[in-house]
């Protein structure tokens, strides 16, 4: 039990550096392969903001009750998203949209999901204290995310969502500071 503790402890600091480090507004370009069609790559770009959350405050403890989580107050960080996102190579109109993630031991509680509006949860780990994966599963469909800070003016991320055991989508992302 004290060895699971002093995971959870590690992880937290982790995840709580990752997310302060990772707040501020980012310009994203992201381009999405889809693997069992024959068709054109989705280019997307995006501005981005991201706010760290503390533990307490509303969104945490609105996200801790859509999640029907017994403590409101479990949720030790998280941040929020806001994005205004453009399809650059699709005629199609500007997406504008936001999500709040929670961080509780290994379990990342999110509002939504990439593919659905219901609150999910994704298990996450860090390979180092600036690369953090996620894995995420739904509907039938796995989302596996690795998201790696590089110094302090980038991030990347990759995205690989499959489906019934077979890999369907990779998204590739380049997020700049502002």
Known sequence: MVLAQTTNIALQSLIVDFFRKSEGTWNSQRRYYSLNKNVEPQEVESKLNISFLSQ?????????????LEDLEAL??????????NYTNQNRKPVVG?????????????DRGFATPKPVTAVY?????????????????????????VGSK????QTIISRAGEEITIGQYLETRV
């Open 98 to 110: 936001s999500t709040v993630f929670g961080i509780k031991g290994n379990i990342l509680y999110r």
């Open 76 to 85: 030790v960080c998280g941040t929020k998203v806001t994005w205004e996102s």
């Open 125 to 149: 780990s860090f390979a180092n204290p600036d690369t953090m994966s996620l894995r995420t599963e739904y509907n039938s469909n796995v989302f596996e995310e690795e998201i790696k800070l």
């Open 154 to 157: 980038y991030r990347t991320r």
């Open 56 to 68: 307490g405050t509303s969104e945490l403890i609105a996200l801790a009750e859509n999640h029907e």
